[in-house]
């Protein structure tokens, strides 16, 4: 998969977040950020990749968001490698 496409999947994956306010909550407390920050960061990739490696990081999660998605499995675990190809996320 392409960056740009992981990119465009990362970006769907906080409006996923932000479709469900006590899960968006739960990353805000696990990042530290509050909503303005998120709001305010919502372009910076890293701030993406770290969206989609909390959703991938939680089953039930990872599973609502890969059947919204349409994806396969397996296959949003390889979008967060595109996105973090060292691993060096903390998600």
């Known amino acids: 998969m392409k960056k740009s496409q992981a990119e465009q999947i990362a ?10 306010p006590e899960i968006l909550q739960q990353f805000l407390t696990a990042s530290g950020l ?4 998120l709001i305010a960061r919502a372009d910076d990739p890293e701030m ?3 969206v989609l490696g909390f959703v991938a990081a939680d089953e039930a999660l990872a599973k609502e968001f890969s059947e919204d998605e349409k994806l396969k499995p397996g296959q949003l675990l390889q979008i967060c490698a595109a996105l ?3 691993g060096s996320s903390s998600w």
């Open 11 to 20: 970006e769907r994956a906080l409006t996923f977040l932000a479709n469900r």
């Open 34 to 37: 509050d909503a303005s920050e």
């Open 48 to 50: 993406r990749g770290a």
């Open 84 to 86: 973090d190809p060292h």
